[in-house]
């Protein structure tokens, strides 16, 4: 790994710091090539501080540390790229990240979709919406509605129609997020549980 310190003539390079497990941003500092070798040294996030001009590892006092996980560079050689695993809130002021947003994994679209589905679960009319509508007919049938779609999956997945067989498993995937809303869980509960099951 080639690091270019001597860029901005300042021999620091920007840290980008990024929670291994749920890729947020956490906080950005410096490093210089001493803070990298003890960063690696020691597997704790170190930085240097220009306010302090010293070197500075997080958590040295409120004991929030940052375990290193891996360091990529970036194309220019002048950008770090660190995952960790952090023990506590990242910002001094006792925020996930520095931008006082909560540091939970998002499953992109996914996520997206389950708000949507939340959305029409509490604040449309059975009539407004089909979400609405099949959470008004109460969790038999929005499990019933499941079944169906797996069902449908199966068979398509035995014929050579690749269109049709992805759109049932779009329709099983929603059906199953609405049956996971109306037991009162989300995707994240059924990754945490595979994430137990790894070896």
């Known amino acids: 790994m080639t690091i270019d310190f001597n860029k901005n003539n300042d021999g620091l390079v920007p840290a980008i710091i990024q ?24 597997k704790l996030v170190t930085f240097f501080s ?3 001009n010293r070197l500075w590892t997080k958590g040295e006092e409120s004991g929030n540390v940052l375990h290193l996980v891996d ?3 970036d194309c220019d050689n002048d950008t770090l790229l660190v995952s960790v ?14 931008w006082g947003e909560a540091n939970e994994a998002s499953y992109g679209f996914i996520s997206k979709l389950e708000g949507v ?3 029409r679960r509490l604040n449309y009319g059975p009539k407004e919406s089909y979400v ?5 007919k109460g969790i038999n049938k929005v499990a019933q509605k499941v079944g169906e779609e797996a069902v449908e999956v199966v068979i398509e997945a035995k014929d050579n ?18 049956l996971l809303q109306a037991k009162g869980f989300t995707i994240k509960d059924v990754v945490d549980i595979l994430k137990g099951r790894e070896k």
């Open 71 to 73: 360091i990529k560079v």
């Open 50 to 52: 220009r306010t302090k």
């Open 19 to 42: 929670d291994a497990t749920t890729k947020n941003v956490l906080m950005l500092g410096y490093m210089n090539a001493e803070a990298l070798e003890k960063t690696k040294a020691t």
């Open 117 to 119: 589905i939340e959305d």
């Open 132 to 136: 609405s509508s099949l959470f008004a």
């Open 161 to 178: 129609d690749d269109n049709l067989f992805l759109n049932e498993s779009a329709d099983l995937l929603f059906h199953y997020l609405m």
């Open 85 to 98: 695993n952090p023990n506590g809130p990242t910002c001094h002021k006792g925020t996930d990240t520095c």
